[in-house]
Structure formats: structure tokens, C-alpha cells
């Protein structure tokens, strides 16, 4: 398992932040990116999905709606929350319901990205062999 690359599905409304996440992690992970929760949920269906990272503003659905989607169908991916508002109490909300592993802010830092993607995955990784 160590040699296969992560999958990560990254969601965001924004078509240049979906282009700079794949750019700066495509040799680190395998990127699949989604410009709506709904894009994203018609992937899971076919995609198996390691970490998903979602930012917390969108229209139509926000981030915590998206996960609140997720967790019904596909509980087991991790769950990064990015949001580039002051908006804790989303991020709260979020974590307190246990719908995230983790929130980053946005613009994201490449280094604390890849460490919290790591970490996720390790945790992942440990609840499918218990």
C-alpha cells in the first residue's frame, strides 16, 4: 500500500485554484478535481477517494453541506475543510459534528497542505486495518 499514490479529490469554484492545486501536487498524489460538490459526488460514485479537500465557500452548496453529502454516502474518505473567510463558525460547526479531519486556511501553505494531506492518510490507513 505504501507505493500507491493517494488520491485526492480537491473541490473548489474556482478554476485557477483547481489548476494550482494539481499543478503543485501532481507528482505527490493522484489529483482529481471537482468545480461543485455535486461534480464531486458524481465522481465518488465511480472514483474511490482517499482525501477530499473543500473549499468552505461555494454557491449552491457550501463545503460543510457538501461533507454532510459525503459522510451519507462515502464515510470513509478524510475531510480537509479550507476556508478563506473568517468563518469558525462553519469551521466549528464542521468539526464539532465530526464531518472533518482537519481546516486549513486559504491561501493554503504547499508544506502544511502535503503534512495534513500525510497525516490524513495515515489515519486513514490505520482505521481500515483495525
Known amino acids: 500500500m505504501s507505493n500507491k499514490k493517494i488520491t485526492v ?3 473548489d469554484d474556482e478554476q485557477n485554484n483547481l489548476i ?3 499543478a503543485n501536487f501532481r507528482m ?8 461543485s460538490g455535486d461534480e464531486a ?4 460514485e465511480s472514483t474511490p477517494i482517499d482525501i477530499i479537500i473543500t473549499d ?22 478524510m475531510r480537509i475543510l479550507l476556508t478563506g473567510y473568517a468563518d469558525m463558525s462553519a469551521v466549528v460547526d464542521a468539526v464539532n459534528k465530526g464531518k472533518i479531519f482537519h481546516y486549513l ?26
Open 20 to 22: 494550482s492545486f494539481k
Open 105 to 130: 486556511t486559504k491561501p493554503w501553505d504547499e508544506e502544511e497542505m502535503h503534512m495534513t494531506i500525510a497525516r490524513a492518510y495515515d489515519v486513514l490507513v490505520e482505521r481500515k486495518e483495525t
Open 41 to 44: 459526488l458524481k465522481i465518488m
Open 56 to 77: 468552505q465557500r461555494m454557491p449552491h452548496m457550501t463545503g460543510v453541506q457538501f461533507l454532510e453529502k459525503v459522510l451519507e454516502k462515502f464515510p470513509d474518505p
Open 9 to 11: 479529490l480537491y473541490v
Open 28 to 35: 505527490k498524489y493522484k489529483i482529481i478535481t471537482a468545480i
